[in-house]
């Protein structure tokens, strides 16, 4: 009969070492982690989610807390539910998780000891003078890395009776989760930590908060952030752009008697007449830029959120101005490649041949009609006085080389964007045949915090300019070099990008 010691050597997993390595396992960051301590709250009936980030005298100093109003556990299932693939719901499609990873995966991800407690209305059925299934009392369990580690622990403890926890609401049931000793936090402010946990939030649990679930960041209710824009309290909402696209898809194509699930999908275009003449910081605090692509919804939780779906289409500017929204059946969990995480997909290729044709063409359809909105729209605009400077002076400067088939520059017509560029450059410019268009990163330390609060400064409309003409300066003396000269200077604007963002950031 093996012994202890053989057992351990060939168990299928080597605790010490799988439990360190769970911990680098398929979370983003913090709100993804706290999402499935949000979903295991809903699949328990909460009405009332609170999410409670401290600073306390421990080290590391921040500990944050969910505790719910759902229907609690008795002591069989609070033990459980701390072990990896312990779910009493194993593989149930019917709510919101399903392979029992979320809990203990989640948790320890971001702390090194979760305690976890629950408690049940007191049943009216007796046994041996005690409620049945330890009904009416506080039950206590923890996991702690350490003891793993160690090898002190080798099994979740027996639930024991405790006090009721201190954050928790007086509930007939629920259950409160407490994480300490959490080494892997995003940030270490309490109020960053809040201010991004409400923005992810809001918007993957939107469709429970809009229905009543009511979830709360330090006390503070979150509100319900649609991407589409069509639910906001605006007479400028979206709009959406033709009838929901609905198909019907194999949970496994090769198999003829596999159940089919249902694929909806949703376009809408953003009010760009409305909407194009508010600031940057507004676009950016309304989510408007830099937002593009597809919100993947499943059993009315977000899971994901990026460019899918779009075949060869790239990604640009324009995108900014509609938004694609995918439900599907959790029957089709396998065909989107979800994650046990559920924050990501890897649709199978049978699925991107079924939707990519009809949602690429959207897509390029409705690119194209928030070009011509802005085109119209531009138009309009006076122009800049380091537009008129440069257009007017340019015929004094070295000639541009020819671009396209022209053989001849031509006049050309100068102009300033604001748009989003690839992490680190801080302005670009693209060069067509007529036209030469310097672009400003809304998003970059440069912008925040010196080029747009010139506008609002005395005479800083006039700095403004001059700082225009220096940036028209360089990207113009840029185009002028050889191939070969431009990728080295383009790699400069790089890093200098990088090291301004870094010197003037926060």
């Known amino acids: 009969m093996p012994n202890n010691t053989s057992e351990r050597q060939w168990s299928i997993v080597a605790p010490n070492r799988f439990i360190r ?112 299934l330890g009904s009416g009392n506080y039950l206590q369990t923890y996991l702690d890395v350490d003891e793993i580690v160690d090898g002190r622990t080798s099994e979740v403890p027996a639930p024991c009776k405790v006090a009721p926890p201190r954050l928790a609401r007086k509930t007939p049931s629920g259950t409160a989760v407490h994480w300490t000793q959490c080494d892997r936090l995003d940030f270490r402010r309490v109020d960053t930590i809040c201010r991004h946990l409400t923005q992810d939030l809001s918007q993957r649990f939107r469709f429970f908060v809009q229905s009543g679930t009511n979830i709360r960041v330090n006390n503070s209710p979150i509100q319900p952030f649609d991407p589409l824009f069509l639910q906001i309290p605006s007479k400028h909402s979206a709009t959406q752009y033709g009838d929901d696209i609905v198909y019907t898809v194999s949970s496994n194509p090769n198999d003829r008697d596999s159940p089919t699930g249902t694929v909806r999908v949703i376009f809408v275009e953003l009010p760009v007449a409305a909407w194009v003449c508010l600031s940057n910081e507004e676009k950016r605090e309304r989510r408007i830029v830099g937002n593009a692509g597809t919100s993947v919804v499943r059993a009315d939780r977000e899971v994901d959120y990026g460019w899918y779906f779009f075949g060869a289409k790239r990604k640009e500017n324009y995108d900014d101005w509609w938004r694609c929204e995918v439900h599907f059946d959790p029957i089709l969990d396998e065909a989107f490649g979800l994650t046990h995480t559920k924050q990501q997909i890897k649709p199978q290729r049978y699925l991107l041949d079924a939707l990519c044709t009809d949602l690429e063409a959207t897509a390029r359809i409705l690119s194209a009609r928030a070009r011509k909105a802005h085109a119209a729209l531009e138009k309009k605009r006076p122009i800049r006085l380091s537009e008129s400077i440069v ?108 090291t301004l963002e870094t010197l003037l950031g926060d």
């Not at 670009?428 to 440069?446: G, I, N, Q, W």
């Not at 409309?461 to 990728?487: N, P």
């Open 391 to 498: 257009s007017t002076r340019s015929a004094i400067l070295e000639p541009l080389p020819a671009v396209g088939r022209s053989r001849s520059a031509g006049k050309i017509s100068y102009k300033i964007e604001v748009a989003p560029l690839e992490p680190g450059s801080f302005f670009s410019f693209e060069r067509k045949r007529d036209e030469f268009v310097l672009t400003l990163d809304p998003d970059h330390a440069f912008y925040r915090e010196f080029y747009a609060p010139l506008s609002a400064s005395f005479g800083g409309k006039r700095t403004q300019s001059i700082v225009e003409l220096i940036l028209f300066s360089a990207v113009r003396g840029e185009a002028t070099m050889s191939k070969k000269e431009r990728a080295v200077v383009s790699r400069f604007r790089t890093k200098w990008g990088e």
């Open 21 to 132: 390595a769970t911990r680098d396992s398929g979370y983003r960051n913090t709100a993804s982690a706290v999402s499935e301590l949000v979903d295991n709250a809903i699949q328990a009936g909460a009405r009332n989610i609170d999410i409670h980030i401290e600073k306390t005298t421990s080290n590391p100093p921040i500990e944050i807390s969910v505790v719910d109003d759902g229907c609690g556990m008795d002591p069989f299932t609070l033990r459980q539910a701390l072990r990896f693939g312990g779910s009493s719901r194993f593989n149930d499609r019917s709510g919101l998780g399903r392979f029992g990873m979320g809990l203990p995966n989640s948790s320890l991800s971001q702390a090194r000891h979760v305690t976890v407690t629950s408690w049940r209305k007191i049943s009216t059925k007796r046994t041996t003078k005690q409620n049945v």
